[in-house]
């Protein structure tokens, strides 16, 4: 049987071999601006001017699956972990991955335990004569299972730079930024910091500092998963919460709960969007039909998450003053409220 560094070596010199000798000079894509908005806002809402592939690739490790979402063209980029929420899998967030990537990121994923994909029947319990019902209450209190989705994500640095090393890819991880969804939120609070207590009470902490900055989405606030008032208090690297007015997950908890993750951490680099009427599946659409060509509340999500991942992965000066002065609230047609402290 193949290792994984054999197995990486391999798959890594065909797919960034072959971006690199026939790719390196996709053009960028020209599309026609959003109505009723900037055009910067257009830029940073539709896909950005390096092409991907129809699919991520995908690598069978030695703990777990993970999917590499790789921009073409390009001789270095910058390096983005997603977590996904629980249940789900890195294809569940394909349009929102593929449009960090076309803007010039790497975007690698790990599929976790908790995935349907990857463990679905032990996570499902039925009494005879009843319907299914999934553990996942369990799943979320569960500190093995943070831990190993922390471990995931941590070595997704490992696996990328294998792969960037054996195709001569320039993968740039001093700035390595931390994102995630629901479940995978709380696993990128955990990662930037976020302290939680156990049923002893007892404090644990994850934090790893090759991680720069952080994106939560369906975030968490106090009062479950061992987070309280003083969980964020130690939190102080660039950090972007995002809600969705309506949305209802596992964690039962309303967006004013939630924003807690917020308004409690370390002042500093802190944003919180929400998008009004949102729902509790906008993290997740897949690409959305837009016949009008006008800003939605998704097409606002993909904006200020892109524009996040340059202020604080480049180091770009117009995407980080895009964040301090109100431009996405101004620029969403009244779908995006922002916050900064």
Request: aromatic content about 10%; charged content about 20%.
């Amino acid at each position: 049987m193949i290792s994984r560094r054999g197995f990486l070596a391999l798959s890594g010199a065909m797919a960034l071999g072959a971006v690199k000798a026939s790719a390196q000079d996709a053009p960028a894509i020209i599309r026609p601006p959003l109505d009723g908005v900037t055009r910067r806002m257009s830029e940073l809402a539709q896909d950005g001017p390096y092409l991907h592939p129809a699919s991520p690739n995908v690598f069978n490790g030695d703990s777990a699956r993970y999917y590499f979402f790789m921009p073409k063209g390009m001789k270095s980029a910058r390096l983005v972990i997603f977590s996904h929420g629980a249940l789900a899998d890195p294809l569940s967030y394909r349009d929102m991955l593929f449009h960090w990537t076309s803007h010039g990121f790497v975007v690698a994923a790990p599929l976790h335990d908790d995935a349907i994909l990857e463990s679905g029947p032990t996570l499902r319990s039925q009494k005879p004569g009843s319907i299914s019902e999934w553990n996942v209450a369990q799943l979320l209190e569960d500190p093995t299972a943070w831990k190993n989705r922390v471990d995931r994500c941590v070595e997704c640095i490992e696996i990328a730079q294998e792969i960037a090393d054996t195709s001569g890819f320039e993968l740039n991880t001093d700035r390595v930024v931390m994102a995630g969804h629901g479940y995978g939120a709380f696993t990128t609070q955990l990662i930037m910091g976020t302290e939680v207590a156990v049923s002893d009470g007892k404090k644990m902490r994850f934090r790893d500092d090759r991680f720069f900055a952080g994106i939560c989405m369906s975030t968490q606030g106090p009062g479950i998963m061992g987070l309280d008032d003083q969980s964020w208090k130690n939190v102080t690297s660039p950090m972007l919460h995002m809600l969705s007015e309506g949305d209802d997950d596992f964690t039962g908890q309303d967006w004013q709960t939630r924003s807690k993750a917020f308004s409690l951490s370390a002042p500093g680099y802190k944003h919180l969007a929400m998008v009004r009427k949102g729902g509790p599946n906008l993290f997740t659409k897949d690409a959305e039909v837009n016949p009008a060509n006008a800003m939605t509340g998704y097409l606002a999500v993909k904006a200020i998450t892109a524009c996040f991942l340059k202020a604080y992965g480049d180091y770009d000066q117009a995407a980080y003053q895009n964040l301090t002065d109100d431009f996405f609230e101004r620029n969403s047609n009244g779908f995006m409220v922002e916050y900064r402290r």
